[in-house]
């Protein structure tokens, strides 16, 4: 039996307006054309890019190993009428997005140019520069409701701090973010002056889902399908939550705060449960580990809403909510990619009036700062 | 699991069966739906795969109980079991002499009788089938 | 049942669709291979409409690089999370008896049938030589 799936889509008239203001924690601009770039480049770097380009552990240009399940990963609907891809147009994602849902703020998440992925260090480094100073020209300086994040390659630890200063001194900023498949796995020491730096300033680390970082994507080696490259994802993140946790960069970093984008939350329960458990085993190990593992995860880990669970039954995802906590939830869209979740339906079990406020806006409000 | 699933593994091999050792058992129900809902929007990348990923699970892989990384409660124990939906896919194993097994007991607590029943001997003698009870 | 004129037959080219709102619902209507089919604008999974889904064939596979195609258009792939459809019935691909689109009868007929009523064509007015689709709800 199936309650989640066959449960109605509620009529439009009903929850048209959402009541709630909401934080969507991960939106995807995008470029009309890597040109774009240009007036935020040196000419040296305007000529690599038009003549070398990327240089990324992948094997095509300009397109993904695996190929997506959609045109550009996004929903059919959100190419914009005037040209361009999804996402890359401001006054569409207004009309199409921001504007009907009644999203107060809207996180951006660049993916773009696969910047922690770049191997040429030194155009990864200026690449990085120009999408930060991209994200504030043409998108948080014209739509307040928009906020951007730091991008940065964490394999080039120098330069991602050197930029994480730059574009601090800027103070437009929300969020500073690294990718979870690196040279190496994000708890390691040679990440943590970015954590340091990320700590001092009191902003939020962003891990989004994704990447090239030379490992194959799954323990069980490189996949052959998107379908289980897609899931990958979800493993990808709670490999990164063991890493982070278990290396000590909270206990270290006391004060930071990491965000998982894009992981879906299914997975949170049984890593905490496990590496609970293996703490009580192994915890002379790992002495510099003051706590238990999911004490760490329930303070200084939050993760957002989608892709969501959907579970056979609404009462699971109830459950999965109730494990890792309504206050580590931060509602998302993923706008304009094809497994986006809408605000509206996404949910398929009954939240409360506080619950809903607290997925929806107020955590990501408090958070954020916004 | 997906590799084995999604290249048609159980297609071209119908009778086969898996069995996921010291795997842990709690991820599955995650596991499970995030397969079903991929399966359902990008099917046609996989059309070899005509059923819901976690139905293919149920039919042919099997998962030993140590370590089931529990819930710390029985309710969420119970909770687990339901959403994995199958009182087939679990073997009892002890793993013995390793020392990574949750508490003291071989058998993982709060699991429900009927799993208890099923997983000791009949779920072991459907999966391994050159094993017999002795008389 | 009324029986509505939605559209001139030749207002909605093969591949093409069209939606109109009907007794408040916005109904989708697909030109498939001379043949008209009627929804639901609306996914049952989240609500997206329908008008930007993909019109694909149906797709079958008895194992790894076998790929077997039939009755191409007829389905729909919606344009979020992909979950397919059967035009002529509704029914999702994943679970036939269970998830469904809302589909609605459809007929063409011609302008000097119609002339004849009844019907209802709040803003349609009628040519004797045009086909018109009419969508019964």
Known sequence: MSDVIDRPVPGQEASDKSRLRIIDCDIHPSLHAKSDLNPFLAKRWQEHLKTYGDHLRTPYIGTTPYPRSSPLIARRDAWPPTGGPPGSDLAFMRKQHLDPLDIEFGILQVLDMFIFSQQNLEFGAAIQRAMNEWQLAHWTSREPRLKAAILVGQDDTEAAVAEIERCAKIGQYVQINVCPRANEPLGRRRYWPIYARAQELDLPLGIHVGGYGGHAPTGGGWPSYYAEEHQSNAHSVAAQLASLVIEGVPERFPRLKIVFIEGGFGWIASTMWRMDQHFERFRDEVPHLKRRPSEYVREHFWFTTQPIDEPDEARHLRSLIEWVGVDRLLFSSDYPHWDFDDPRFAFKTPLTEAERARIFSGNARALYKL | MLSLIYEGVFVKFPGLKVVLMESGVSWLPAFMWRANKTWRGVRVEVPWIDREPAAIMRDHIRLTTQPFDSPPDAKGVADIIDMIDSDKMFLFASDYPHWQFDGDDAIPPHLPANIVSRMCADNPLETFPRLSLAA | ?137
């Open chain 3, 1 to 137: 049942m009324t029986r509505h004129i939605v559209a001139r037959t030749t207002e909605i080219p093969p591949g093409g669709n069209k939606v109109v709102n009907v007794d408040g619902r916005d109904i989708i209507v697909f030109h498939v291979n001379g043949e008209f089919f009627a929804l639901l604008n609306r996914c049952p999974h989240e609500g997206a409409p329908l008008d930007k889904a993909a019109c694909v064939a149906r797709l079958t596979s008895p194992e790894p690089g076998v790929y077997q195609r039939s009755r191409v258009g007829e389905l729909l792939r919606c344009a979020w999370h992909g979950w397919e459809f059967d035009m002529r019935t509704g029914q999702s691909y994943f679970d036939p008896k269970r998830v469904k689109v809302r589909t609605y009868p459809v007929a063409v007929e011609d302008g000097e049938t119609l002339a004849k009523g009844p019907y209802v064509a709040e803003t349609f007015p009628v040519h004797v030589e045009d086909s018109y689709v009419i969508v019964e709800t």
